[in-house]
């Protein structure tokens, strides 16, 4: 799993994501959000064609721990999807 915001000190971070998928699997391949629900967690499954979206950075402009996510193992299939970030204006 993995952030989409950095850690580094810069002040240029991604604020939110738009993952598009282009191709799904027949079996696997979701995108897990671990800390999601209060640590519940959520694996999303989409079918091709959708789009999930993202906040990686809270309004005080730290990173969101909740947005920590992976994606998952392929089984069957291939998996292409596209991703789309959008730098907050504010902090560059």
């Known amino acids: 799993p993995h952030h989409d915001f950095g850690n580094t000190g810069s002040i240029n971070q991604r ?3 738009l993952l598009i998928y282009l191709k799904v699997p027949q ?3 979701g995108t897990s959000f671990p800390k999601a629900f209060e640590g519940q967690g959520i694996e999303v499954k989409p079918s091709a064609g959708d789009a999930v979206l993202f906040y990686n950075m809270l309004p005080d402009g730290n ?3 909740f947005s920590l996510h992976s994606g998952m193992p392929v ?3 291939v998996k292409y999807v596209c991703n789309l970030w959008t730098w907050d204006p504010k902090r560059t």
């Open 15 to 17: 604020f939110s994501t």
């Open 27 to 29: 079996n696997g391949g």
């Open 63 to 65: 990173g969101d721990d």
């Open 75 to 77: 089984y069957d299939g």
